[in-house]
């Protein structure tokens, strides 16, 4: 049995988009940075955590699988979070206006006997951006709960110039990447 370590609606999406079928897990993991952690290691952490966290839930169960993600938008080294106001939210755009930025995701597939971690990275393009238009885009509740404070499958997409990589990479999951994994371990896909 295949299961999703997360409740993201776009996680959800894109596996669906790639025929699997699979159960949500609600886990909660620490998503606290440690101290000296790169943006890599903070990634390849968190998935791997809660990919086990995943696995506890679950009990003994053996044939069980389990995909466990964390995205995380990196501007010159620094991880930028999910804003928590407009304040903050602006304070986000205006770093990434005109600017290039990278989505790092980290995935994880484990079962009780085995796991594998990898590190997607996507570089995304933003446009120079106005502030009425930044201010439009917080209204519209989507940017609160994203990585970046934008969604790129969304409203956000009108900021993206262009990209460099995975597209499903920059909205939670790169499927490729996924994909492959799941097959590596003899899950059909």
């Known amino acids: 049995m295949l299961y999703l370590a997360s409740t993201s609606p776009r996680r959800k999406e894109l596996l669906q988009q790639i025929g699997l079928q699979f159960e949500c897990l609600s886990i909660d993991v620490d998503e606290s940075l440690l101290e000296a952690e790169t943006a890599h290691e903070y990634v390849a952490r968190l998935a791997l955590s809660k990919a086990q966290a995943g696995l506890v839930s679950l009990g003994q169960q053996r044939d069980a699988w389990v995909i466990a993600a964390d ?12 804003p928590q106001s407009l304040t903050q939210a602006l304070a986000i755009w205006r770093s990434l206006s005109g600017q290039k930025h990278r989505v790092l995701t980290g995935v994880t597939v484990a079962s009780h006997h085995q796991q594998k971690t990898q590190i997607v990275a996507t570089d995304v393009y933003f446009r120079a951006l106005s502030e009425q238009e930044m201010l439009d885009y917080w209204q519209t509740g989507e940017p609160q709960d994203k990585a970046g404070g934008y969604g790129i499958q969304g409203k956000g997409a009108i900021f993206v110039q262009k990209i460099d990589g995975s597209y499903s990479n920059v909205v939670g999951l790169p499927l490729t990447e996924t994909a492959m994994m799941l097959r590596e371990f003899g899950v059909k896909v």
């Open 71 to 82: 995205t995380t938008v990196v501007l010159d080294s620094h991880i930028i979070g999910k």
